[in-house]
């Protein structure tokens, strides 16, 4: 099945320095690759997701990339802001229909 | 539109009993997947209900089981409860079954078992 791996686990940041997460995957029917962020005690939201007929894909201050040929996309957050602290996971389309999900990587923006 | 709901929020179980979780999807979604979150081991894949058939199935005991009403609400029974089903048990839903959706997920159950 699917494997979906985050790197690194954790990742301390200065404010207003940049993040990225890496994650790869090992399907190659994905074709759907969602990033939802959780803080603390909430439940996983969406921010931001992309498509493999894309390779790039931005939103303000996050912003995905995703290459087909290696298999792995990229959550870009730039600028930073103690808000952005929290748990990111990044999640793959399978040919089986569902998601699956890596483990997730603890983003610390300190101030 | 109100957002996925699920009851109870917490739950503290004894080894060996057995609980009954439920969720109730965003209004229009028929879709439902059910998810095992623990520290470290992200978001494990249990089940999908779409029009109260299972559509798909992960890599758990035949203790964990489920079922989907005609409103689309859906319920998780976990059987013989182990310690290592202590979890935050977090369900989605969505329009369609489709892997390429927006899943929208709830506040999750926070199962203990003692």
């Known amino acids: 099945g699917e494997n979906v791996e985050q790197h690194p686990s954790t990742l301390s940041v200065q404010e207003g320095d940049s993040a990225v997460i890496k994650c790869t995957y090992s399907?190659?029917?994905?074709?759907?690759f969602p990033w939802y962020k959780q803080e603390l005690g909430k439940r996983p939201q969406l921010i931001i997701d992309i498509r493999s007929n894309v390779g790039e894909k931005k939103d303000q201050r996050i912003a995905v990339t995703l290459n087909k040929t290696a298999k792995h996309f990229s959550l870009h957050i730039t600028e930073t802001q103690p808000e952005d602290s929290a748990v990111y996971f990044c999640?793959?389309?399978?040919?089986?229909?569902?998601?699956?999900f890596g483990k997730g990587n603890q983003v610390v923006v300190i101030p | 539109k109100a957002g996925v709901t699920q009851t109870p929020r917490y739950l503290i179980k004894t080894r060996g009993q057995q609980v009954t979780l439920s969720c109730s999807p965003i209004?229009?979604?028929?879709?439902v997947s059910w998810y095992q979150q623990t520290p470290g081991q992200g978001l494990q894949f249990l089940f999908e209900y779409f029009s109260e058939t299972q559509r798909n199935k992960g890599n758990f005991p035949g203790r964990f089981s489920g079922r989907q009403f005609s409103n689309s609400r859906s319920e998780m029974n976990v059987s013989t409860l182990e310690l290592g089903d202590s979890a935050l048990y977090l369900c989605?839903?969505?329009?369609?079954?489709?892997?390429?959706?927006?899943?929208?997920f709830g506040p999750g159950t926070r199962l203990t078992v003692l």
């Open positions: 989605a839903s969505q329009p369609d079954s489709t892997s390429t959706d927006t899943q929208y």
């Open positions: 999640a793959a389309s399978t040919g089986d229909n569902r998601l699956a």
């Open positions: 209004s229009g979604h028929r879709s």
């Open positions: 399907d190659s029917a994905s074709n759907y």
